[in-house]
Structure formats: structure tokens, C-alpha cells
């Protein structure tokens, strides 16, 4: 693409550390996509996921990237004139390595290392020391320091007594800043926990929001770090009326503290939490913020793809988030416009990628945080389930046409159809699941035994489907990604295939009187939400509002895992 980029730096982010570490060729291969859109950096998220000399047991067993990877990484986006960039953790995020004796000694709180403990910046600095051997062809290294909202609330606590959480911050990122800038690196952080420390507001929820009325502590600016590149994040703010003035304020407030130049800005290519992505809002969302960091000159903008919950959404089905950023931050802004250019890169239309939203466009959709109806479908449990209440009777309608349509969609987009086949089948899955656990009870409280057989035989036809989209999933993920992470999925998508076994089978016992009752079926299900005061907002469905968890340890069971 012609050189008229709105940004000095246009870039995009791989989660590599919730599960899926992408191969090498597909990163390679993703490369040449993001070349041919214009983006000139790749970042990649790597929490444990890379190998440190004299560190076995960090990123063990996690398909940790060698340093020869990430050399051939790092020369590959040199060849193609881009700029690598590892995001890796100083701080908080560090749970995995915490699993292992070995680091127990360095464990604040959670998932927050000890600060001001000397074993902590030892492996900090070979951290660095490690990348920095990496990296021949760039000098930026991104230590996160985000989302640590219990910071000095454990062991430091224990050591050290009660001290202001910002008082440990400016001496933590001081100390890391100076041993990056040791090895010749020039560090960026997330904006979150730095924004706290500098208002004073230390919250569970460490998402900067707009600071209307929020103190600025000017005596702290004098101690960030000089030369500190802080990356304000922003995923969903897509509402036209509120939204330019809460990231254009929240840009001016970081621009105010360390200059307009070393301001970055993340969007969100939401393909996290879901087997889905979410286009429409991704889009919606970073139209509203590249206009305003545009206003303010902004020079780096990139796009973040994150992997919550198990990353089992592939990185290709954000590619018109992609490709939509990449042409606004062009110029380009007429849809039609960007739809040849989706062709031109991709080799596919843009409608079918677009298809891949349906699953979980719900009313709810572009409310509050995205949420995932088709994970609560999917997981909901076949007798117990806590969230058949907020399952809405249409559902299973959708899921029946969502299949047909994606199914037709992966006839015309060449190489990327194992991605639509696993959506389809998924969609195929949900088409009986969906609404299986209320027929269930339903039929059981009614004592119909021909709808009984009837009933059986769809939890046949559920089980038989659920096994075809394994298998489509499994191939998805060894098409992308190292093989360390999927047992979480075999785990995962193999016990929804035993309970339903189960499932099935009882109802069989209890159809041939073997079983007298099923007393799990003859529990009131409550309803999932009582209150319309939620943290976030929700809307209403047959009276009671519809507002589903994000994970799946929060949707498959109420007992303890």
C-alpha cells in the first residue's frame, strides 16, 4: 500500500500466552498478510512462553519459542521491513511460573511478583538479557506492568509492612526501566497501573476509564522514567456519543504526563473469550479511536489479539479487523472500497469473514462488554445448568441457520475453510444444545415417554455432532498453533462429551425403569441474574436480564473444579 499512513508505527499483537503459541510459518505467513495490508510491526505476548537461559521451568511444558525462534522471528520481520516487538510481563500476569516450587520465593500475591526483592530482578535481568540477544534488528521491549490492582497486599506486605502500592510501583518500574535500558532497550508499558499510581486509585478493575474529576498527582511525574513509551489500551469503547470524549480524554491525560511522542495506543481485534470473533464492535471501536489519536498525533497505533479463556478463536477470523484498520489508517474509508482490498490481500470476501460474528451477535452485543452466548450454549450443563435460564428459545433456531450459512461461506474462502468448518460444526452442535437442557426438564416434569425416546435420540445426534466439531477444532488448532494448550480443550470439550454421555445415559435408565427419579432434574433452576444493578449492562429477556460469564470454569458447573 501506498506510503500515506495515518501512524509512524501501524502494528498488530499475538497472544502466544493463553495456550496457543502460533507456529513459526503461520506467524510467517500472517507477516506477509499483515506486509501486503501495511502494518510495519508485529508484537507478540509471551508471559513465560520463551525460553531464558538457565530457566528450565520457565515456560515449561508451555511450547515456549526458543531463542532460535525468535531469532528467525525477529530476521523475518526485518526482512520484510517490519519491526518485532516481545511483550512480556515484569509484574503481574506471572501465575504460570508460580505453579513451579521453584519460583515460589517470588510470589507477592496472586499472579504479582515480589518487588524490592533481589531473586526477582535476577530473573528479570535475564529476562532481558535473554530477548536482547534476540533481538538484532529492534531495540523495543514491552514489560507490561499492567493490572496489578493487589500490589504489595501479600508477602510484600508480610516484609515490609503496609506501603502505599504507588510508592512500590515507581520504585518497581524505575528499577526495571534502568536494567532495560542497561542492554541498550527502549521500554513500554501498559497505561493501566501507572494510571492508578498517578490518581491514586488503586481498583479491582484496572481498565483506565476516562478521569473526569480524578486527581493528577504532579509530583509523581517527575519520577515515570525518561523515555517511557506508555501504551493506553481501549477495546470496546464504540458508542459515538461518549466514547471520542472518554479516549480523547484519556489520551490527553497520558499525553499530559509523558508527552504526546511517547503515547501508543491498543485496539482491540476481539477474538478473545469466544470461539468467535467480534468484527462489527472491533470496528466500530477503533474507527472512534484512530480518529482521536489522529487528532493528536499520535504516532503508533496497533491492534491487539488477545486469547482469554483458552484462545480458541483463530487469529484469522479478525482479519477484516485488519484489514478495516489498516485501510482507515490509510485514508480509506468507503466500505466498498475496503471490501476490494480485503480481496485483493486476502483472496476471499469480506461479507463471508464478516459471517463469523453471528455466533455471538446477540441484542447484548453491543452493550457493555462483549459477551459469550455461545460458550454459555455450549457449556451449560445438561441437567444443572445455571445458565438455561438466560438461553433464549431462539437460539437454537440461529445456531441451526448460523451453521448453514457459515458451512456454504467455507466453500469460497479457499485456504482458510478449516476455520469456517469449525464455526459450522460448533453452530451444528448448538443447534440441538442450545435448547436440549430446558426440553430436557421439561420432558422428565411432563412424563412423556415417547417425547422421552425422542429426547434420547437427540442427545445421540448431540453427542455424534459435539465428536465432528472435536475434531474440526483439533485440526484448527494444529493447523496454527504448537500442540502445548490444546489438552486444555481435550479437557475441556472431552468432558462436555462424557456428561452428555451421561446424560443420555440416565435418561435411558430412567426410561427403562431402572431408576425410579432424577433428582437433579427436579431442582428449581433460579434465574441466572435477579437484579437489573449489574457491574456491566445487560438487557432483558422474558423479563429478567440476559448477562452471561466470560469463562468457562464460570458456565460449565457450580461445584468446585
Excluded at 485496539?267 to 493528536?296: D, V, Y
Aim: hydrophobic share 40%.
Amino acid at each position: 500500500m501506498a506510503n500515506t499512513c495515518k501512524f509512524k508505527h501501524l502494528g498488530a499483537m499475538f497472544d502466544c500466552t493463553r495456550n496457543a503459541v502460533i507456529t513459526v510459518p503461520q506467524l510467517k505467513k500472517f507477516m506477509d498478510l499483515l506486509k501486503k495490508m501495511g502494518y510495519n510491526r508485529i508484537y507478540i505476548y509471551m508471559e513465560d512462553t520463551y525460553e531464558i537461559e538457565g530457566e528450565p521451568y520457565f515456560g515449561y511444558l508451555r511450547g515456549r519459542y526458543t531463542q532460535a525462534e525468535l531469532m528467525e522471528i525477529d530476521d523475518y520481520a526485518y526482512s520484510l521491513g517490519m519491526e518485532f516487538v516481545p511483550v512480556i510481563q515484569t509484574l503481574a500476569f506471572m501465575d504460570k511460573i508460580f505453579q513451579w516450587p521453584q519460583y515460589a520465593a517470588l510470589r507477592d500475591i496472586d499472579d504479582i511478583l515480589l518487588v524490592d526483592d533481589e531473586r526477582t530482578y535476577a530473573l528479570i535481568d535475564k529476562m532481558l538479557s535473554s530477548l536482547r540477544k534476540c533481538l538484532r534488528h529492534s531495540n523495543l521491549i514491552h514489560l507490561s506492568m499492567d493490572e496489578a490492582a493487589k500490589l504489595g497486599k501479600g508477602r510484600y506486605r508480610d516484609i515490609h509492612g503496609e506501603t502505599p502500592s504507588t510508592e512500590i510501583m515507581m520504585r518497581h518500574l524505575n528499577r526495571v526501566c534502568d536494567m532495560a535500558k542497561g542492554y541498550g532497550l527502549e521500554p513500554i508499558i501498559w497505561s493501566s497501573t501507572l494510571y492508578h499510581s498517578v490518581n491514586g486509585t488503586w481498583r479491582a478493575c484496572e481498565m483506565p476509564n476516562y478521569p473526569e474529576g480524578e486527581k493528577f498527582d504532579e509530583t509523581l511525574v517527575d519520577r515515570i522514567p525518561k523515555g517511557l513509551y506508555v501504551n493506553y489500551y481501549s477495546y470496546n469503547e464504540h458508542r459515538e456519543d461518549v466514547s471520542p470524549i472518554r479516549v480523547g480524554g484519556m489520551l490527553d491525560w497520558f499525553i499530559r504526563l509523558v508527552g504526546k511522542e511517547h503515547v501508543h495506543f491498543a485496539a482491540g481485534a476481539w477474538k478473545w473469550q469466544a470461539f468467535s470473533p467480534r468484527n462489527q464492535l472491533s470496528m466500530i471501536a477503533t474507527k472512534i479511536a484512530m480518529k482521536e489519536c489522529a487528532k493528536r498525533g499520535i504516532d503508533t497505533f496497533f491492534q491487539t489479539m488477545w486469547g482469554d479463556d483458552g484462545a480458541e478463536a483463530s487469529p484469522y477470523c479478525v482479519l477484516p479487523t485488519l484489514a478495516y484498520t489498516a485501510c482507515l489508517a490509510h485514508g480509506i474509508e468507503d466500505m466498498d472500497e475496503i471490501r476490494a482490498k480485503f480481496r485483493e490481500w486476502v483472496g476471499a470476501d469480506m461479507d463471508d469473514f464478516m459471517l463469523l460474528d453471528q455466533l455471538d451477535y446477540t441484542p447484548e452485543y453491543m452493550i457493555g462488554m462483549p459477551m459469550t452466548p455461545t460458550k454459555a450454549a455450549l457449556y451449560s450443563d445438561c441437567f444443572l445448568g445455571k445458565l438455561e435460564t438466560i438461553i433464549a428459545p431462539y437460539d437454537a433456531a440461529n445456531y441451526a441457520k448460523f451453521a448453514e450459512n457459515i458451512g456454504e461461506a467455507a466453500e469460497r474462502v479457499g485456504e482458510y475453510k478449516y476455520v469456517f468448518e469449525t464455526l459450522s460444526k460448533l453452530c451444528s452442535v448448538l443447534a440441538l444444545k442450545a435448547a436440549i437442557g430446558k426440553r430436557t426438564r421439561e420432558v422428565y416434569q411432563s412424563g412423556d415417554k415417547a417425547a422421552l425416546d425422542a429426547l434420547i435420540v437427540d442427545y445421540d445426534e448431540m453427542i455424534r455432532r459435539t465428536e465432528v466439531f472435536y475434531t474440526a477444532f483439533r485440526t484448527q488448532w494444529y493447523t496454527e498453533n504448537k500442540p502445548h494448550g490444546f489438552e486444555v480443550q481435550d479437557i475441556r470439550v472431552g468432558g462436555l462429551i462424557c456428561r452428555m454421555r451421561n446424560c443420555r445415559d440416565r435418561l435411558q435408565d430412567y426410561r427403562d425403569g431402572k431408576v425410579d427419579r432424577l433428582i437433579d432434574l427436579e431442582d428449581e433452576l433460579l434465574h441466572f441474574v435477579q437484579s437489573d444493578k449489574l457491574p456491566y449492562s445487560g438487557v432483558k429477556v422474558e423479563g429478567m436480564v440476559r448477562r452471561y460469564p466470560t469463562w468457562w470454569n464460570n458456565s460449565v458447573t457450580t461445584s468446585k473444579l
